[in-house]
T-cell receptor, first 113, second 114 residues
Framework: GQQLNQSPQSMFIQEGEDVSMNCTSSSIFNTWLWYKQDPGEGPVLLIALYKAGELTSNGRLTAQFGITRKDSFLNISASIPSDVGIYFC?????????????FGTGTLLAVQP | DGGITQSPKYLFRKEGQNVTLSCEQN?????MYWYRQDPGQGLRLIYYSQIVNDFQKGDIAEGYSVSREKKESFPLTVTSAQKNPTAFYLC?????????????FGSGTQLSVL
């Protein structure tokens, strides 16, 4: 099946640092979603992107829908300890079923106070 | 509060036993989903339902069964045919936003084999 390549797999940073992660595919996507998952909990939707070039912010988080429509980026500014968790990208590929979301393998973020 | 409720939070299964995971939503969403999550991996789709009394297999449906008798409820049964059931199970429901669906997740059920 289709896959989303998410990188990096893990990040260990100091509090206050900025973070960048990305998600790429060989296919064109119509929608990109970014989720955060805390340990033992379900993913929580952070940002949704619907068109190429779109840049959307949610507090200290900013995500972009890549111009090629094959990638997306998530940035976290001035990280804090509660940013710890696993961040997943997800998307709906063009021509795919509109109800079958494809997930990346996640980026584990650890923030040292 | 509106949301998706999964129960139980932790569940143990004996060899040869069927177990059922509950998922209830009061968001009035039409579509509901079950995903399986293994450590260090992404989410894999087990089953999904777009409307009451209808459901479709996802990518890893073997060894699982579902029902959708009510809009609010989408229980998942892990049957004895599922030989490696230990995983974190996530239920989701969705609302359509333009041409795409936005998924909202429950807090998950951790299933372990005794």
């Amino acid at each position: 099946g289709q896959q989303l390549n998410q990188s990096p797999q893990s990040m260990f940073i100091q509090e206050g640092e900025d973070v960048s992660m990305n998600c790429t595919s060989s296919s064109i996507f119509n929608t990109w979603l970014w989720y955060k998952q805390d340990p033992g909990e379900g993913p929580v939707l952070l940002i949704a992107l619907y068109k190429a070039g779109e840049l959307t912010s949610n507090g200290r988080l900013t995500a972009q829908f890549g111009i090629t429509r094959k990638d997306s980026f998530l940035n976290i500014s001035a990280s804090i300890p509660s940013d710890v968790g696993i961040y997943f990208c997800a998307g709906y590929p063009r021509g795919g079923a509109t109800n079958k979301l494809i997930f990346g393998t996640g980026t584990l973020l650890a923030v040292q106070p | 509060d509106g949301g998706i409720t999964q129960s139980p939070k932790y569940l143990f299964r004996k060899e040869g036993q069927n177990v059922t995971l509950s998922c209830e939503q009061n968001l009035n969403h039409d579509a509901m989903y079950w995903y399986r999550q293994d450590p260090g991996q992404g989410l894999r789709l087990i089953y999904y339902s777009q409307i009451v009394n209808d459901f479709q297999k996802g990518d890893i449906a073997e060894g699982y069964s579902v029902s959708r008798e009510k809009k609010e409820s989408f229980p998942l049964t892990v049957t004895s045919a599922q030989k490696n059931p230990t995983a974190f199970y996530l239920c989701a429901s969705s609302i359509r936003q333009g041409a795409s669906e936005k998924l909202f997740f429950g807090s998950g059920t951790q299933l372990s084999v005794l």
